[in-house]
């Protein structure tokens, strides 16, 4: 449900403008509101479950983004909306780290664990995916307000269940760092404000340059803070692991093609193809269906082959698919041109998360879960948005190029067909190379090995970091 609110308005956001009456500028706030209240408080909320207990702040965050879902929902103005939107990114970041803290907590055995993180990973990818699809449903068929308050009965569902279901996690002592959690969110908010504010106004505007700059001074204060406080929301040494630090690295650069994709593609299907939401939605099904299978088989291969075999050799249908988007055009259709790309990222990217998450929590002590858990959700929110950002840049540039250097010959409809479709390809050319960038940071600083054959005294593969 949270990981779906990042995607589940792309297809709505025609509908939110006319019915708010939103401007083509203020419209990416909708989005834009929730990514930066969820990645810049992220920290705080895997430090709150460590010191509060992780089921207490994991229902807290979800009964404030359920409130906050339907009074989205319930919105009659724009600025209604985006202060809804805003306090579903901050129920979210509370809750997010805690989900992931108690299948470490839940699930002590390495074998039962890696399942677990499957069935995570699968659904934490496929709701983004299948955002798009209710998207393109609820909005066709219904209104685009269901698109919010299909989160309040899911919400109340688990906030119901919760306390029978999920075992409460020790207290850990220790105080909350307010300076650590006040410069990393602000400072993580003005890096995702510069790069989105960089995309409509330029890297030459005063502003985008002081959102650089007070983010690059934040950030900086963050890091010295947290070397010094006794109680880190973010303890620096789960950065020492070269291989845990890669696996953030890596995360971060392929969901910042992943968004980008997203968003691109959404619009090429509906405004080159033609499809209506409802098919739009439905367009994306093969790769959630890939998605779903391939996550739900890598927990069997991890002891087979290993962790970073397979997320080398997941990331080689990602890359050939990117690649393949990068050719795009006026031209393409639906069959193969988007349907064989799509089936090939679905596949890559369920067989790469898994082992990656893995290589993010392994060896991670029980009293710091609740941090390395946020730096997972962090890394996918920031490199979400902030990549998102840098491809609609390279987009706009990329459309300028093209509007000065017009087809002759062709009338006006195909001639913007084919400055839309060149942005396209621009940008999904930079998410190809993000995705090069990801393999490569795999390949020198993640070193797992795990004999397929050998087991633990416990009979559960054994796998260490070879350092």
């Not at 990222?345 to 790469?352: D, H, I, K, P, V």
């Amino acid at each position: 449900m949270i990981v779906l609110d990042m995607t589940v308005v792309n297809i709505a956001l025609p509908s939110i403008a006319r019915g708010l009456h939103f401007s083509a500028a203020n419209l990416s706030w909708v989005l834009n509101a929730y990514a930066l209240t969820f990645g810049g408080l992220l920290l705080l909320g895997g430090r709150a479950g460590d010191i509060l207990g992780r089921r207490r702040v994991f229902m807290a965050g979800l009964a404030l983004f359920t409130g906050a879902s339907l009074a989205g929902g319930l919105a009659t103005t724009g600025p209604w909306l985006l202060a809804a939107r805003a306090v579903q990114g901050i129920g979210g970041a509370i809750a997010s780290p805690a989900v992931l803290a108690m299948i470490i907590s839940n699930f002590p055995g390495e074998r039962e664990r890696t399942r677990a993180l499957g069935i995570f990973t699968a659904v934490a990818m496929g709701g983004a995916s299948l955002g798009l699809v209710l998207g393109g449903v609820i909005t066709e068929w219904v209104s685009w307000r269901w698109v919010l308050f299909i989160n309040v009965p899911i919400g109340l569902a688990v906030l119901a269940s919760a306390p029978r279901l999920l075992a409460e996690s020790p207290r850990q002592p220790g105080r909350f760092d307010i300076t650590g959690a006040l410069t990393s969110t602000t400072g993580m908010s003005a890096l995702v404000y510069a790069f989105i504010r960089a995309a409509s106004n330029g890297w030459g505007d005063r502003l985008t340059q002081g959102a650089f700059a007070a983010a690059a001074i934040l950030l900086v204060c963050f890091v010295v803070n947290e070397s010094r406080s006794p109680h880190p929301i973010t303890p620096l040494h789960l950065f020492a692991d070269a291989g845990r630090a890669g696996s953030y690295v890596a995360r971060l650069l392929l969901v910042a093609g992943m968004f980008g994709m997203f968003f691109f593609l959404t619009q090429f299907v509906q405004e080159v193809l033609g499809f209506s939401p409802l098919q739009a939605g439905f367009a994306f099904v093969p790769m959630t269906g890939a998605l779903f299978a391939v996550s739900r088989s890598a927990p069997r291969l991890i002891p087979r082959f290993g962790a970073k075999p397979l997320m080398m050799a997941g990331l080689v249908p990602v890359v050939t698919g990117m690649s393949w988007l990068a050719h795009i055009s006026p031209a393409t259709s639906y069959l193969p041109g988007i349907l064989g790309p799509m089936l090939l990222l679905g596949a890559g990217m369920g067989l790469t998360f898994v082992p990656l998450t893995v290589a993010s929590l392994h060896n991670v002590r029980s009293e710091d879960s609740g941090a390395a858990a946020s730096m997972i959700n962090v890394t996918q929110q920031v490199g979400g948005a902030l990549g998102l950002a840098i491809l609609v840049t390279v987009f706009g540039h990329a459309t300028r190029a093209a509007m000065r250097h017009p087809i002759t010959g062709d009338g006006p409809v195909a001639q913007a067909r084919q400055v839309l479709t060149h942005g396209m390809a621009s940008s999904f050319t930079v998410a190809a190379i993000f995705d090069v960038c990801a393999l490569m940071v795999i390949m020198v600083t993640i070193r797992l090995r795990q004999a397929p054959a050998a087991l633990s005294r416990h009979g559960e593969p054994a796998a260490d970091y070879d350092r």
